[in-house]
């Protein structure tokens, strides 16, 4: 017997829309109906270039060719995050995907490391291959993760590759413009009108509208939880650059006076862009410091408003937000793409058909705002442990008050060195170690198991792992051979 089809409803074409769309026909076809309704008079945020390594798992989960994927949307390869002078001093640190060193279960392994009274912290890189990969420009896709990876990549080809994917697919496409959502009197969405005039029905609707969140908000008075008193920046340009230099594996991400500046290497250009407080900062003063650091433009600069924060339930009546209708934290890590899919993954685990219980919702909603909330966190933690005074902005970063996991975190982790991955959590346990080191916050003591080591052992335990890092990065090809081998751009990049 084949039970009735859920008719699925997916409001706005951008990532969000399109990464929905592809994801439910790939994996409810037989349970669901899907169309989705976008507006070409209505441009997409047009930004997002710069994922995390969940987008590896999540293409495989739609059956993509790797090498297929990565051509058709400009794609580079990236290993981790360089931070660039979020001391204040011109130095740097990679946040990388990848752990350092080797693992002991009662601590991390900078612990071994602190015992051996470094000089400084850039020594700590040495342990980890993935920052020595990214330091020298080199990449290769390995076997069992050796090198634990995500992409960047265009963000316009990126929807146009899915949409492609999701309209094979048997995915209903209506380019038209939104213009009422109608309720039941349970307050559930019904259908949406159209400007043509037709109304399109459906059991279940996500809102994938982006900042303006038509349904989620608009309709349905959801509420928003609004978290830039921790948050500052509220606004960003973006501008799209000739590339100069050959791709490096990394997001770079550039402290300045107000906020920061980003750098997406692709294969024929580079994103860039600035994140700034509007209050600190007026948005000429950061397009002409924006300007001013990077190559020539090849698109006039987009600006970007928005207030940081999450929806109060991501799932309410009979509509799901994803992407940006559902809330938005700044792109310091890149996150964004990763909440849509994880949401998409727990939509499909949940999904019961259209007859929507209030248990998957309120599951739904508790995951999806947990994960959520501890990203939040780790975000303001670069803002908060800096230790830059120098400016008004950072002042005001540094003295602020921070939610009190986050406080006890950083506590914890400055008297003894201890930091653990709570559940949900997508950030591990060495990520928020290379986090706080990197900004300047070195832990107080290390943990005593490490002593069980005599001096001389731990001296050649460390040695082994330097050795064995470098002998790694030796044998690995730069990034830019890989791409040429692996995935290369079908157009040899402008201006060649
Ligand atoms: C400055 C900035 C930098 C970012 N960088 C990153 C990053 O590096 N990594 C990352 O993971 N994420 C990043 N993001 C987030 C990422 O861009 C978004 O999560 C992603 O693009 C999803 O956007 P969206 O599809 O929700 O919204 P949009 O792209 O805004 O799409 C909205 C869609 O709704 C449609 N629409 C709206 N109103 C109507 C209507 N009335 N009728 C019909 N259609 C309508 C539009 O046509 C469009 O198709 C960044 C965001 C910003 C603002």
Known sequence: MNPKKTRIVIAGGGTAGWTSAAFLAKHLSKSADITLIESSDVPTVGVGESTIPLIVTFNDLLGLDEAEFMQSVDGTFKVGIEFENWKGDGSSYIHSFSRPGREFWPCNFFHYWLASKPNCVSDYEKYSTATMAARQNKFAILPNRGLVYAYHFDAAKYAQFLQTYSVKRGVTHIDDFIESVNLDED????????????????????????????????????????????????????????????????TRAIAHDVGWRWRIPLQTRMGNGRVYSSEYLSHEAAESELLSHIEEPIREPRVNRFTTGMRKKQWHKNCIAMGLSSGFLEPLESTSIYFL????????????????????????????????????????????????????????????????????????????????????????????????????????????????????????????????????????????????????????????
């Open 187 to 250: 307050g559930s969405i019904t259908s949406l009108s159209l400007r043509s005039g037709q109304a399109i029905e459906g059991d279940l609707f996500i809102d994938c509208t982006g900042f303006r969140a038509l349904l989620i908000e608009g309709a349905l008075k959801t509420g928003y939880e609004d978290w830039s008193q921790w948050l500052l920046c509220d606004s960003a340009i973006a501008v799209q650059t000739r590339s100069t230099e050959s791709p490096k594996p990394y």
């Open 341 to 496: 899919q994880r949401n998409l993954i727990r939509l499909v685990q949940l999904f019961e058909g259209d007859d929507i219980s209030f248990t998957a919702r309120d599951e739904f909603n508790q995951q999806s705002g947990k994960e959520m909330v501890a990203v939040r966190d780790f975000i303001i933690l670069h803002y908060k442990v800096t230790g830059r005074k120098d400016t008004p902005f950072w002042r005001h970063c540094t003295n602020m008050s921070v939610p009190d996991e986050l406080q006890h975190r950083i506590d914890m982790f400055k008297a003894s060195g201890r930091v653990f991955k709570k559940e949900y959590e997508v950030f591990n346990d060495f990520s928020w170690a290379q986090i706080m080191m990197g900004q300047g916050l070195m832990p107080d003591s290390y943990h005593p198991f490490v002593n069980e080591m005599s001096a001389q052992e731990l001296r050649e335990f460390l040695s082994t792992i330097e050795n064995s890092a470098s002998r790694f990065v030796e044998g690995l090809p730069s990034h830019e051979d890989f791409i040429k081998r692996f995935c290369p751009h079908p157009s040899p990049p402008d201006g060649c």
